[in-house]
């Protein structure tokens, strides 16, 4: 989860690079389809056997809610500092530990639950609601981070019958199918070092993506969503070296908190020894 968070951060930064010239549907869409395109060779390797699935609905759902999730994420990229959008995003931890609870039935005891709550109220002292001024861009933010964490749960619910490399095939290809009509209505031909960026964004967030799809696979989804939150050092990192974005003392603040939380789920998992004879349920790809 945590090597996923730096690939997708690193993405991030690219499509904003990107969106100075190109229409961020337009990212969407060609990142999907370019990211076909890196799976390619996993494809070779399982052969057809990736491509069998029992739960097609849901992989089509997944895709619905990813697909809203990245148009309005690739949105808000252009319209806020990196280090605000992963403040806003760090909600996602908290949809997703209500819905598993509900709809998984996974058990989600007192410590992650105050976790939790602590983690987001780190990133609620960098936004400090009620004075600072609500953008546009923290609702396309916001709206990802629902729908977002509405895929996750998909995900999650998948991963119990499906391999990593299968989720993530189906759901580039529905993303592909589900962004390119908005594309379409922006549509202009990139140039060669566009395609050269775009393939890049293709490269990191599939990478990114594979890594996320496994994590929720071996662990709970409440244990390592926490660690999500490291998109916060990375984009204040990148955003430091890359758009001159200083982070503010509430977002240091605020990431402070987050990864007291974190830290402290990671200190309780611990505890919580495996038995010596129990298998193994790790899929490595």
Do not use: C
Not at 209 to 234: E, G, R
Request: hydrophobic share 60%; proline share 5%.
């Amino acid at each position: 989860m945590t090597l996923s968070a730096a690939m997708m951060t690193g993405m991030a930064v690219l499509v904003r690079h990107l969106a100075q010239d190109l229409h961020p549907f337009q990212i969407a869409f060609l990142r999907n389809a370019f990211g076909i395109l890196v799976l390619a060779p996993l494809l070779l390797r399982y052969g057809a056997s990736m491509l069998k699935t029992a739960d097609m609905g849901f992989m089509a759902a997944r895709g619905v809610f990813n697909a809203a999730a990245m148009l309005s994420f690739f949105l808000a990229l252009t319209m806020l500092p990196l280090a605000e959008i992963s403040a806003l995003m760090f909600t996602v931890p908290l949809f997703v530990a209500l819905m598993v609870a509900i709809f998984l039935k996974e058990r989600m005891g007192p410590h992650r639950i105050i976790s939790l709550v602590v983690g987001f109220s780190g990133a609620l002292i960098i936004l400090r609601p009620g004075i600072e001024i609500i953008h546009v861009g923290a609702l396309y933010a916001l709206f990802s981070a629902i729908t977002w964490g509405t895929a996750v749960v998909i995900i999650k619910k998948l991963s119990r019958t499906n391999s990593t490399v299968t989720i993530t095939f189906y759901g580039m290809s529905f993303l592909a199918i589900f962004t390119l009509p908005p594309a379409l209505f922006v549509w202009q031909w990139p140039t060669t070092e566009q395609y050269l960026w775009l393939l890049a964004i293709a490269a990191g967030g599939t990478v990114g993506q594979l890594m996320f799809a496994q994590s929720l696979k071996i662990a709970d989804a409440t244990l390592v969503m926490p660690f999500d939150f490291t998109k916060l050092i990375w984009a204040s990192v990148f955003g430091i070296l890359i758009f001159s974005e200083v982070p503010t003392i509430w977002a240091l603040a605020g990431g402070a908190v987050i990864f007291a939380s974190s830290s402290y789920i990671t200190y309780r998992e611990g505890r919580r020894a495996r038995p010596a004879d129990a298998p193994a349920s790790v899929e490595v790809v």
